[in-house]
């Protein structure tokens, strides 16, 4: 009977630290600050949040591209067109495009030239 319930205990530690390893290596692949943006993301009102590196933004994808283009009209930017996964604006004489990619399946990176706009919340 000994033998039994020594067994189910190392199995039982050796899933917990499977689930360790595992929940480290998604951290360091996606990186702990963006898991945090992650997270608030998911846990608070707030649809889009700054990244580290400058113009890059992320949302929730069910967000979509609605919230984006009501960001940058926000800013004076008029929506031109969009081709692919890029959006094209004008406000004035300048031009900026913001490309959009599918990021970690359920989240999307804005990338914003020259961050000419600032789409995180305010």
Known sequence: MKRKWKIILFSFIGFI????????TYINNVGY????????LNTTDVSIVQMEE?????ALRMNGNQLLKDRVEREGWQFKQ???AAFFFKKDNQE????????N?????????????N????
């Open 17 to 24: 630290i499977l689930l360790f390893i595992l929940g480290a």
């Open 33 to 40: 600050n963006n898991v945090k943006l992650m997270y608030k």
């Open 54 to 58: 400058e113009g890059q933004y992320l």
């Open 82 to 84: 969009q081709e692919g």
């Open 96 to 103: 900026t495009v913001i490309s959009t990619e599918i990021w």
């Open 105 to 117: 399946s359920n989240y999307v990176l804005y990338r914003v030239d020259d961050n000419v706009v």
């Open 119 to 122: 789409l995180a919340d305010k």
